[in-house]
């Protein structure tokens, strides 16, 4: 009983950081249609900005968390506007913004490796890699700050998307851009906030990632994990991606304990079970094209 | 230059034209992205690579059996989501990309983490460009084909395609099973060229690779993609020095690519002996033998 407990939270702080990630990848895929590939490259960013802010600014934890996470929005509106907009201004097939992401993608990674170098980097030691007692459960703290933050954030994002009249305008946009637009929706505002959404929790994911191990230049290829999370829970919808994401971690957890050579393959074979029982997730709605 | 030296490449520029033209086909012809060609390279690589140097079978029945088994396992990914709305195709050939990988990591038959080594050096440049030229006729013709036009009706707009009674699903799946087709003969020739293979050397990067190459060749075009293959294979010779920019000079070029000139370096633009004719005939007044331009904004 006591293991179980203890690989449950040991998961749902992981699924919660994958949440984190899945929830910027959801938002722009509902409102433009198309897989940002390149939001990896932002996680990765996340994790050199807050290393750097703590390591030679040096500031405490929750300030390396701020300008990791205003780092993180800002590269992901500059994205946007360099590599997007241009293409959403023509309407261009998703296809082309699927290329352009790759491009971005291979860009971000490969700056790091170039001025920063491959190797493999370490927070400083924030807190001690002692475990809290709670009962006869020992939860690593470094986990326990995991969930808690990726909650905190969660909750914020909620609450901007139901109670605030941009989170009406974006959850009118993902409904039909293009009906957004009529009831005077000003839809590039609504990117410019879905992409400075998800590149502040790219920030956080990427730090905390980069805290519970280590910081390298190849570190957003976790993301794919969080694309999958994204179908698991069903393409496009955003409870999807977090409930997924939150499932994804704790299945991972639980059956990397039994099958450790092939954890990563579980996220994968999780895929190909989806897409043969109900493709559109858990959550999902089924797409239909309109002419 | 050394003769050897310079062979080398042109053999690399061979097995990189196969997977290419694979993707060519795939990407630019029918409008599918896919992250996993990595994959099926792997697939034709191990898969040729045991039946040399277990089974002992002759080297172009093995390559050719390479490229069938991918073919294979191309068929359980686009059954699985080619006839599903959205990008389950990209994420799931993401997924299968590192899968494959994962899994020749972790089995010891073919040598696990270390790989294979010790396959026979049959990759000449007679037989690579026997391979390539065969694979560029049959694309050529493909593409001009009913079929052919067919996935490009599908990449242009699916919707009016399967309208006018184009089945959708079988040209997608049709286009994915000949792209890992030659990615598998790429990978089997790519074994034979190098004699050891491990799972390292087939990682997503190598599948963006392949398609840099499509893209900047240009989207639409089998002799754009040739050139741009030949292009990024030598590039990086020449400019040895900067070998850690030039991821970053790829990406930027995707990103500028598709900002700027989406049909690429040759978008469109088919090289053949008629429109070279015509050129020089007319002078420099029309445009070479245009076939299919990518048109955008189908989409509303």
Redesign the interface.
């Known amino acids: 009983m006591n293991v179980f407990l203890q690989q449950l939270i040991n998961g749902l702080s992981l699924g919660s950081v994958y949440a984190l990630m899945a929830v910027g990848y959801s938002l722009v895929?509902s409102i433009l249609?198309?897989?940002n590939?390149a939001h990896g490259g932002v996680i990765m960013l996340g994790a050199y900005f807050g290393l750097y802010a703590m390591t030679l600014l040096p500031l405490p934890l929750l300030g390396g968390l701020i300008v990791a996470a205003l780092c993180c929005g800002l590269v992901a509106v500059t994205l946007e506007k360099?590599?997007y907009s241009?293409?959403r201004r023509?309407?261009?097939?998703?296809?082309?913004f699927?290329?352009?992401a790759?491009?971005?993608?291979?860009?971000?990674?490969?700056?790091v490796?170039?001025t920063i170098g491959p190797t493999f980097k370490t927070y400083p030691t924030v807190f001690e890699k002692t475990a809290i007692q709670i009962a006869d459960i020992s939860v690593n703290k470094i986990d326990l700050m995991m969930f808690v933050i990726a909650a905190i954030s969660l909750l914020i994002l909620v609450f901007i998307l139901g109670k605030t009249k941009i989170g009406l305008a974006i959850r009118a946009s993902s409904y039909s851009s293009?009906g957004a637009t009529l009831m005077g929706v000003n839809v590039d505002r609504v990117i410019f906030v879905i992409f400075m959404i998800g590149g502040v929790m790219a920030g956080f994911a990427g730090m905390l990632f980069g805290m519970r191990y280590t910081v390298y230049p190849q570190i957003g290829?976790i993301t794919?994990k969080s694309?999958?999370a994204?179908?698991f829970g069903g393409?496009?919808s955003l409870p999807g991606a977090v409930i997924g994401s939150i499932l994804l971690g704790v299945i991972e957890t639980f059956a990397a304990s039994s099958v450790s050579?092939?954890r990563?393959?579980i996220?994968?074979v999780l895929?190909?079970l989806v897409?043969?029982i109900k493709?559109s997730g858990l959550m999902g709605k089924v797409?239909?094209?309109k002419? | 230059m050394a003769w050897y030296y310079l062979e080398g490449i042109l053999i690399l520029c061979g097995i990189n034209v196969m997977v290419v033209l694979g993707l060519s086909l795939l990407?630019g012809f029918t409008?599918?992205?896919s992250?996993g060609h990595a994959g099926f390279m792997a697939i034709g690589a191990y898969v040729s690579a045991s039946l040399t140097t277990m089974l002992h079978w002759p080297f172009i029945p093995a390559v050719v059996a390479g490229g069938l088994v991918a073919m294979l396992m191309s068929f359980i990914i686009g059954g699985?989501?080619l006839n599903?709305?959205?990008?389950?195709f990209?994420?799931?050939t993401?997924?299968?990309g590192?899968?494959i990988r994962?899994?020749l990591n972790?089995v010891q038959t073919f040598g696990g983490a270390r790989g294979m080594a010790s396959i026979p050096l049959k990759s000449s440049l007679v037989a690579v460009y026997a391979f390539v030229i065969i694979g560029v006729i049959f694309m050529w013709f493909l593409i001009r084909s009913r079929h052919g036009r067919n996935m490009v009706a599908i990449?242009e707009e699916?919707?009016a395609a399967q309208a006018i009674g184009i089945n959708v699903f079988r040209y997608k799946m049709l286009s994915l099973a000949a792209s890992a087709l030659y990615a598998g003969i790429g990978g089997a020739l790519w074994a034979h060229y190098l004699t050891f293979i491990n799972p390292a050397m087939f990682m997503?990067?190598k599948s963006?690779e392949m398609?840099?190459m499509v893209?900047i060749g240009g989207l639409g075009s089998i002799t754009g993609s040739i050139v741009g293959t030949f292009f990024l294979t030598f590039l990086p010779e020449a400019f040895r020095e900067f070998a850690?920019?030039?991821?970053?000079v790829?990406?930027?070029?995707?990103?500028a690519?598709?900002?700027?000139r989406?049909q690429g370096l040759l978008g469109g633009i088919e090289f053949s002996p008629k429109g070279i004719i015509k050129w020089i005939t007319t002078s420099g007044k029309s445009k070479k033998a245009q076939v299919k331009t990518?048109v955008?904004?189908?989409?509303?």
């Open positions: 895929y249609n198309f897989s590939f360099i590599a241009p293409l023509r309407n261009a097939p998703s296809l082309y699927i290329i352009s790759m491009g971005a993608s291979i860009f971000l990674e490969n700056i490796v170039a293009r290829i794919n694309f999958i994204a179908v393409l496009g050579n092939y990563d393959l996220a994968f895929l190909i897409l043969v493709p797409v239909e094209d002419a | 990407t409008g599918l992205f992250f699985l989501t599903l709305k959205g990008d389950y990209c994420i799931a993401l997924g299968f590192e899968a994962l899994i972790n990449r699916e919707l997503l990067t963006t398609t840099i893209i850690d920019w030039r991821m970053v790829y990406g930027a070029a995707v990103i690519v598709m900002a700027l989406p990518p955008e904004g189908g989409k509303a």
